[in-house]
């Protein structure tokens, strides 16, 4: 559990369902707020603009398309984002913000939440 | 293995272009066969003990029909390119044929030629000092690919569309022999061929031999395209695996939050698994195959998945609707949906006795299929339990947020009315 969690918003970008409700689930345990999970960029955009998230964790390919102006929008925005992937995170995201945390699939969700937390300190 | 409608009909003998046919003086034979490139007529021997070439024919005096365009073709510049071969480093089994081939000719130079639309590079080569390539202004070969058939000359030096080729004064090229060679799907990737530096005729067994050798090295491409294509089914079923893995690892942490009996844990985890693999047979010959499309048949994945209600409750369950075919990410997010919506009845709705029924019926309108779940005759429902659970999460998720589409649900005295719209463009994911 990562204390540090409590009470912030935290939105999930995710297109494998199954995964994505494991990872809102170890979220939701650790007293974070969800937002999402989302399988596709453009709810998440809405999303983010609407809610105003403390960090996210983001899957690099989602159902319509790679995340990266999603991506650009949070870490523009000072939200500290983890990214979690099946393949390499895109070139141009590594070179311009190379202090965000990459997994590569299948990552525990826990272990994406520790990487978050440190990240996200000012929240709640 | 050639069959594509652009590539030119099989060589024949008639339209085999043979330099000027100053060499070759006999007329007896000259309308013999070469079907499929290949000479099928027994030759006469020569009082040498080697056969003559006995046609006598016209090499044409001008550009091949569409030269350029034929060079420059797309398809066959694609074809050319998934091989891979241009500007790779030279390997045995082409350096093993050109050895062959000027073995068998006694030519000092030998070549495996691939064109594109600006230059000719060579895969293999015995016998030339110069560099791997050349420009087209080199390259007696690009007519080879443009006529996509052999071009046998003499002494080019005489002839009128080759006399000024820089191939003559820069490589010393003066006799030449050259078959196409093919890419597994027909297109015409270069030219085999064997050189002399002095004017010399050929023989119908050299050509014959170079033809051979020719159909040596695509029976080689074809071989390499096969196991390409394995690599990729492989590639994609190591993936799919994957997801897999993480699925059902997915599946068992969050089953364990429901903090059931380690029976319904394990019965639970079980059954979702279950709807997994099937999802994922239906997927598997679809995601292996050739097609890329929508192909799985929406009922197909539903009986799939109620088929073990539907034998527990005979007459209990109903379907109907007209064909949908869908995606493999969608089948994967319905299967799942559709388990957990089973489930449910038979935990707690109409498949829960013998005396409910669930009837299923959709409909394609506009660019949603809407599909109406209905559950009758049964216990009433009890919303409260119902919704919180992994799998009216699943259920929701998968349809919502999955599929983009959406789901109601009607708590009715004698059960429960879902219905679910789903976009259909969605669902050919």
Redesign the interface.
Known sequence: MSPCMRGARILVAEDNMLVAMDLAAELEACDAEVIGPFARIGEALTAAAEHSPDGAILDVNLLDGEVTPLAEKLLAAGIPVVFCTGVALPKDLRGRYPDSPVFIKPTPPERLAEALCPLIGGAA | MRNNPSRRAPTRLSGFDFGQGKLFSDHENAPGGLGDGRLDRPSRKTAEGGERVTLHMKFSETQPDGHETRLNDPERLAALKATGLMDSLPEEAFDRAVRLATRITGTPVGLVSLVDGERQFFKAQIGLESPRETPLTHSFCQYVVSADRPLGVSDARDHPLLKDNLAIPDLGVVAYLGVPVHAPDGQTLGAFCAIDSSPREWTKDELQSLQDLSHVLEAELALRHAAAERQLVLDELS?RI??L???V???I??SR?QKDSVDEFATAVELRIKALVQAHELIIPVALGAGSGPSIPFQRLLSTILEPHYHAHLGQVTWEGPAVALGS?ATT?LA?ALHELATNAAKYGALSDNQGHLGIAWEVAGDKLTLDWRETKGPAPDPTGMRAG?GS??IS??IE??L?GSIETDYRDDGLVRRIALPLD?LA?
């Open positions: 993936h994957k997801n893995f993480a699925n690892s997915s599946i942490r969050q939050r990410k997010a799942l992994f999460k699943l998720l998968s947020r999955q983009g969605a994911a």
